[in-house]
């Protein structure tokens, strides 16, 4: 365990932002009691450079600011990994994210690739996954126009538990009924292909520019690891499940930048001289100069490990 001294920042806890969204929900309980809003609420960003700190000497900073003077322990100035929680009540628009290269010739520091992990999911959920075989991009131009978009995509069942993959380039798509854990490179570039004729700007061009007809996008099977399930494990995110028994002190290895996420339970982070309560649907972000924390539930309960292996 690494020892805390002046110059090492205890974790501290994110209060999420709320992002409106006309495919969203009016409540998102019981994931949380309250959105600050009437409208409707597609996104729960639990790392977003606009969260507050709510936690320790921090607290009441955005986490834009101390990502910059933590500097070293979360990544560079950037956080790099921008974990969400997707609730969408009607289907999101297809869409396409470039990758690094692509991003980095328009002026962003990153790409976006990003992946699912599936928290709810009602009987008949879908998302899309890439395009058919043989479609090319007239095909994409015309089916934008006629409105036959949708059975261009490959449409693939979801459930509870699930692990998706979509790497950047790959045309996609989430329908309604389910509730996602998203991870993703810390990147908002999207370029909205077809929307179901809801009248939002899309950036047709620009999407295909960037879109892939082959790409690695798909489920991605669990792994059993020693003490953990390893739900995926990519160049630019890892993703873990911890499973709690009741006051169960769990030691959690924290090797890069990263984050725990609450699932199920009230969770306490702790480090020495410190502690942090995980709570449902938020974010204790971890610098990297701890190599472990101790992790407990008094009633049990689960949560995410979110980790960037290298600065990306």
Known sequence: MTTK??????????????????????????????????ELVGEAWLTGPECLVETGDLEGKSFKVVAQELSEGLGGGEFPLLVKMLFPNEKLSVQVHPDD????????????????YVLEAEPGATVALGLKE???PDKVR???????????????????GDMVFVDAGTVHAIGPGV????????????YRLYDYGRPRELHLEQGIAVM?????????????????TR??????????????EEMEPLTVKMDGVGCLVGLEGTIVVITPGDEVE???GQAVVVPSEWGEVIVEAEAGGAFARCLAPAYS
């Open 5 to 38: 001294n002046s110059e090492v920042q205890a974790p501290f806890r994110l209060k999420p932002t709320f992002s409106e969204r006309v495919w969203g929900r009016k409540t998102l309980k019981p994931w949380y009691e309250e959105t600050g809003t009437s």
């Open 101 to 116: 290269a692509q991003a980095q010739a328009m002026g962003q520091a990153r790409g976006k690739t990003e992946c699912w």
């Open 134 to 136: 043989g479609v090319t």
């Open 142 to 160: 015309a089916a934008v126009a006629d409105g036959t978009m949708e059975s261009l995509m490959e449409w693939l069942p979801v459930s509870e």
């Open 179 to 190: 509730v996602l854990l998203e991870t993703q490179q810390t990147c908002d570039v999207t």
């Open 212 to 228: 892939k007809t082959k790409t690695r996008a798909g489920k991605v099977a669990p792994r059993e690891m020693d003490g953990f």
């Open 231 to 244: 739900l995926l494990e990519e160049q630019y995110f890892t993703v873990d499940r911890f499973e709690l």
């Open 278 to 280: 995980l709570l449902p």
